[in-house]
Nanobody, 115 residues
Framework: QVQLVESGGGLVQAGGSLRLSCAASGTIFSFNSMAWYRQAPGQQRELVAGIISSGSTNYADSVKGRFTISRANVKNTVYLQMNSLKPEDTGVYYC?????????WGQGTQATVSS
């Protein structure tokens, strides 16, 4: 069974940076996509950044130029580098991985940006 574990969240001041990591465990041969979502209190969960097997990436307009998604295939790990953080970036960040057509979610990691 595939399990995802996020880490790297924390408290940071506006303008600071955080790097989130998501490690996938289990027997994994390939993946279709890996992505980061976030959910602020009282808000819908939204797609922040995604990457597909070809390496192509996609970002929400609100984070373009500030966030970067990347992956390490040998370790089945996906990262989200978050720079120039704003208070509105605050929320629980979730890792999502699609493997052979099946989606998996991590438990989430909290990122809080203070003003």
């Amino acid at each position: 069974q595939v399990q995802l574990v996020e880490s790297g969240g924390g408290l940071v001041q506006a303008g600071g940076s955080l790097r989130l990591s998501c490690a996938a465990s289990g027997t994994i041969f390939s993946f279709n996509s890996m992505a980061w979502y976030r959910q602020a209190p009282g808000q819908q969960r939204e797609l922040v950044a995604g990457i597909i097997s070809s390496g192509s990436t996609n970002y929400a307009d609100s984070v373009k130029g500030r966030f970067t998604i990347s992956r390490a295939n040998v370790k089945n790990t996906v990262y989200l580098q978050m720079n120039s953080l704003k208070p509105e970036d605050t929320g629980v960040y979730y890792c999502n991985v699609v493997i052979v057509g099946t989606g998996y979610w991590g438990q989430g990691t909290q990122a809080t940006v203070s003003s």
